[in-house]
């Protein structure tokens, strides 16, 4: 029996969560349940997004990723359901798995709305039974038809390259306050130069231990992105930007 | 071995829900734990009993439901176990089993404390092993003596009649800022006209999608209730009331 | 195949958790994970151990039990792997395992770092790798070499005694506002009076139910430890104090 991971915009605190769980035990008896995350800002496709491409490729093959970040949902928005990277994915097709569609092993098909379904949850009544049915074994072919569009991508914001320097931005900020951002090292090399706010944070270094507590630095973090942070503190708090903050990387 | 879920107003800070599940698995090995929520306002038992309603049918028949809502530990109120509805339930009689006395299967029984039972913590000491009984197979009626008196129910605001007017009120408010009501359409015909705050919100909607981004709505949410909702935004925030606001509807 | 628990200072809105039970259910298949807590304030090894050293014994023997609150991350703080009590533990050398040191089944390893962790999460990359490895069966000492220094123990500020009073301090606040303090029945005796604040809470009570609903009280919790609390309310609120604040008891 593989496992189903879940990934909502529903919080702690209201029953959908609970209900969708009860659905998936019910009907996938003595499936695994993992949560992936479900503090998604509503709505927030472009987080979920990033959550799962952080993360689905951590779990065994075969795991069932069920998406439910959906503020489309009752606007005719297709529900889908495929395989990618050898892991099976149901959710709202919109852009939510952007970072899987280009390892599609099945064409996406749309799941039908059953005649029963809450037209406001979605995730209840249409999504956690597929997930269901995926993992009792169920090829995502058998849930509807081919989807007859091309599924909806996200598209990050792309460093910009202006004279000797190229500007990104945060894309994420974590627990910590650690601004994490678009660029890799492929924009920024050892001699970059990184600036935030008028303020030089300095060359990438390799660990916070390169630095003194309450110091900035910029390292290349667990994911691959260049991150920023303050030691023992909050970079997020002592320079004031979040989510789209500009970050300036001097070149020479 | 059938779940247990857990529904508890502990939050995530602290030991208690970590303590109650340790009990749980080292007296029922091999059990599989669901968090049915842990957010409860401290010592609600209406809303654990409003959460507990939406949730327990949704789970597989046999499983047992563990509510540690509590605020009369130590102040003599039973510990109750008894099966409903082909469900088990363990908690306090307080009124959190409530959407469930309609169906009892058993009479419930009163469990008698543990001499080592910290007076402070029967989730941990009381009610866990209970329940990791009941998971063990042993029936509810070997876990104490019939109750003598009849379990605590709690009432739900009616809604009340005014002349061509139903005035019924928030018993919910749910992490998007939607505010689940006590009216359902037997209270709301599609003529009636759903006001809140000398707002005129309208008749019922079926789908966000009937309304522009920004814009009010009243539909029947996904339990059953009217709910009322800004799509793209928060209700609560919009109008400004929560938990026992007014919402009237106009019949003609 | 045992438990694995999880306790970080991760929050639940990032990757990493996520990214942390993938790694585990690839490595041993079929694990059960349960959650200790995600919420230990960042970097606070002393709060990790108070919860470990509440929680960790309630578990079957044989568990797991995976700690990553680890500001030293990149310091050259050894990763620790050993087993004491008869349950394995995995985390790193900051003080987080004082509550089971005394505890010892086999002395403490330290794990090498492998050549491709991200040197900024050793969660994913260093503990979690060997915490499965422990669930899969290898014993701790075929995870590296013996420490060859003393693993790092906090200690807990001491009550102290002056003339007829003992003056103790708060150690940790729960979700309901209770203060947990570092005095026991040892320094309370049923005739110590308690004070804070400058206000008299009076002798031990047994349960809640001792005083009316909003008075103080203070009683010995189910830790064992004197918490104070008010009845249907919040201690922390009313008293305006929390960890490190003052509780004082007069003797006479």
Redesign the interface.
């Known amino acids: 029996m593989p496992?189903i991971?879940l990934l909502t915009?529903?919080?702690?605190?209201?029953?959908?969560?609970?209900?969708m769980?009860?659905?998936l035990?019910?009907r996938a008896?003595g499936v695994?349940?993992?949560?992936?995350?479900?503090?998604i800002p509503?709505?927030n496709a472009r987080a979920a997004a990033?959550?799962l491409g952080?993360?689905?490729?951590?779990?065994?093959a075969g795991?069932v990723h069920l998406v439910v970040v959906d503020?489309?949902?009752?606007?005719?928005r297709a529900a889908l359901a495929f395989s990618a990277g050898g892991h099976r994915f149901v959710g709202p097709d919109n852009g939510v798995f952007t970072p899987v569609l280009d390892l599609l092993d099945t064409m996406p098909v749309a799941i039908p709305e059953p005649p029963d379904a809450?037209?406001?949850?979605h995730g209840?009544?249409v999504f956690a039974p597929a997930a269901a049915s995926l993992a009792m074994g169920l090829g995502p072919d058998r849930l509807g038809e081919p989807l007859i569009t091309v599924p909806v991508r996200l598209t990050n914001p792309e460093p910009v390259y202006q004279g000797k320097t190229v500007v990104g931005e945060v894309i994420?900020v974590?627990?910590?306050g650690n601004l994490i951002t678009n660029l890799t090292t492929n924009e920024v090399p050892p001699y970059g130069i990184v600036e935030v706010e008028e303020l030089e944070v300095g060359a990438l270094s390799?660990?916070?231990?390169d630095v003194q507590s309450g110091h900035l630095l910029a390292?290349v973090?667990?994911?691959g992105q260049v991150?920023i942070a303050v030691r023992?503190g909050s970079a997020a708090r002592r320079l004031g930007i979040g989510v789209g903050g500009r970050v300036r990387v001097r070149l020479g």
Not at 14 to 19: G, L, Q
Not at 32 to 39: G, Q
Not at 54 to 60: F, Q, V
């Open positions: 496992l991971t915009d529903f919080g702690t605190a209201d029953p959908y969560v609970a209900e769980r009860g659905v035990y019910t008896p695994t349940l993992s949560d992936l995350s479900h503090s509503p709505g990033y959550l952080r993360a689905w490729h951590r779990y065994p795991t503020p489309g949902v009752g606007t005719g809450a037209p406001t949850f209840r009544d994420s974590d627990q910590f390799r660990t916070f231990s390292y973090g667990s994911g991150e023992d």
